[in-house]
């Protein structure tokens, strides 16, 4: 019979042999580490790590959806404002994600919250409420250029709220009434100024033709004459009278 030494190593060695193989999912990569130093990256599927010789660090490779906290901005305009921001990014690198930055997801947290001060404090509070398409490009493209030393990706930036103080709510509420009463007085100014050119035009025609103004003169008083209910008084000119001797 075995003694209970072999039963005992035997059964180590079977753990050992065990504990050498992984699984890696579809979406996961293991950045191996030989003696300290790398080795290679590993997966997806099953996977071999010598123990005690080799170690391996788990990276997810899927699309990483991250809240920047609110941050307090002061645009070029000088207003306060209080912005809030969502990432998108992913690890397409698992060497450098885990060698060239201690916590790739922390990194990109800190780095996204001081870019995105940075980039609104350069713009006035109107790019910010009416921009806010270009300033996630702009955002986008510094945050992926800083990232792309980490081995991370940044496939896109939005900006969810842009909270302003009460005062500058009305201000602005005060500044859209204004604008609108602008735009009604142009356009009532040009309808008059388009009224006026009629006008003129109508007057030019008929100083061609005597006759074409007191046809004009006639029509204006049988649409007078419809209204039966009161007595209309109206003066007959001379040319009137000129044209009719003829």
């Known amino acids: 019979m075995m003694s209970y030494f072999t039963v005992t190593l035997i059964a180590l060695v079977v753990v050992f042999l065990l504990s050498m193989f992984r699984i890696l999912r579809e979406y996961e990569r293991g950045v191996i580490f030989m003696l300290g130093r790398f080795y290679k990256v590993k997966g997806p599927g099953l996977i071999i790590v010598i123990p005690v010789v080799q170690q391996m660090v788990k990276v997810d490779l899927r699309t990483v959806v991250m809240d920047v906290p609110t941050q307090d901005v002061i645009s070029r305009d000088n207003v306060s404002v209080k912005v809030n921001a969502v990432i998108y990014f992913r690890v397409v690198d698992p060497e450098r994600a885990i060698i060239q930055v201690e916590n790739f997801l922390e990194a990109t947290s800190q780095l996204s919250q001081t870019t995105l001060r940075s980039v609104l404090g350069q713009h006035e509070l109107d790019d910010m409420l009416a921009g806010r398409e270009r300033l996630n490009t702009d955002i986008q493209t510094i945050l992926d250029q800083q990232t792309d030393a980490w081995g991370i990706k940044v496939s896109n930036v939005e900006i969810k709220h842009v909270d302003l103080d009460e005062s500058m709510i009305r201000a602005i509420a005060k500044q859209a009434e204004a604008e609108r009463e602008r735009r009604a007085k142009v ?44 007595t209309i008084v109206f003066p007959l000119p001379i040319d009137v009278l000129k044209g009719l001797e003829k």
């Open 187 to 230: 356009i009532h100014a040009n309808g008059e100024f388009e009224a006026a050119e009629k006008l003129l035009g109508a007057a030019n025609t008929l100083a061609k033709q005597s006759q074409a103004l007191q046809l004009r003169y006639l029509q204006t008083l049988t649409e007078i004459a419809g209204d039966k209910s009161n």
